[in-house]
């Protein structure tokens, strides 16, 4: 079982960063993926999360109409898309796959967003 997120890196504020989560080794189509992220010295976040069949999504109040989550069950991808990055959202972000019985995480991908 295997998650990997990808895509970050350094943004200036107003900006975008367009990160990827690709899974492997469980029936991907079976699980709502989630996304959330750690700043320093902070707890971690959700930020928003795709339901199994793609069909509903879920935003965090502060990202909201920002970040767009997506998924393709073909590829085994989920992707954040985010728009108008602020400096509060520099953080180490992370996917995770929540099914009925069992979750996986994956490895984060940090975002840095300069002011």
């Not at 700043?39 to 109409?65: D, H, L, M, Q």
């Not at 970040?67 to 995770?96: G, H």
Request: hydrophobic share 35%; proline share 2%.
């Amino acid at each position: 079982v295997q998650l990997q997120a990808s895509g970050g890196g350094l943004a200036q504020t107003g900006g975008s960063l367009r990160l990827s989560c690709v899974a492997s080794g469980f029936t991907f189509s079976s699980y709502a993926i989630g996304w959330f992220r750690q700043a320093p010295g902070k707890e971690r976040e959700f930020v928003g999360a795709i339901a199994w069949n793609g069909g509903s999504t879920y935003y965090e109040g502060s990202v909201k109409g920002r970040f767009t989550i997506s998924r393709d069950s073909a590829k085994n991808t989920v992707d954040l898309q985010m728009n108008s990055l602020k400096p509060e959202d520099t953080a180490v972000y992370y996917c995770n796959a929540a099914g009925n019985i069992r979750s996986y995480w994956g490895q984060g991908t940090q975002v840095t967003v300069s002011s």
